[in-house]
Nanobody, 124 residues
Framework: QVQLVESGGGLVQPGGSLRLSCAAS????????MGWFRQAAGKEREFVAG????????DYADSVKGRFTISRDNARKTVYLQMNSLKPEDTAVYYC?????????????????WGQGTQVTVSS
């Protein structure tokens, strides 16, 4: 059973930064693409960023492009989401997920394992 554990969430002021981490339990981590999604209260889960198995290709939602950066360290079996210039509308529970393939998908159907989520709150 694959386990994904997110960390790094918290309360931050507008304009601030946070770095989320997602640690995987599986030894095959490096074969799969990974993604970050978020879900705000009362809204559907939405794609934030994705990265292919070797980090060669990244993809971002328009709402975070230029502010967020996804990266991965296959030796540490960890994927990261660096979030800068945070806005109140970034407030949500953030989830990492393992892609079903080595690539990147923008829909939840493209992912088979999910973490438990970490809360990010942007407020003054």
């Amino acid at each position: 059973q694959v386990q994904l554990v997110e960390s790094g969430g918290g309360l931050v002021q507008p304009g601030g930064s946070l770095r989320l981490s997602c640690a995987a339990s599986e030894s095959t981590f490096g074969f799969y693409g990974m993604g970050w999604f978020r879900q705000a209260a009362g809204k559907e889960r939405e794609f934030v960023a994705g990265i292919t198995w070797n980090g060669g290709i990244t993809d971002y939602a328009d709402s975070v492009k230029g502010r967020f950066t996804i990266s991965r360290d296959n030796a540490r079996k960890t994927v990261y989401l660096q979030m800068n210039s945070l806005k109140p509308e970034d407030t949500a529970v953030y989830y990492c997920a393992r892609d079903r393939s080595s690539g990147v998908h923008r829909t939840t159907l493209g992912y088979d394992y999910w973490g438990q989520g970490t809360q990010v709150t942007v407020s003054s």
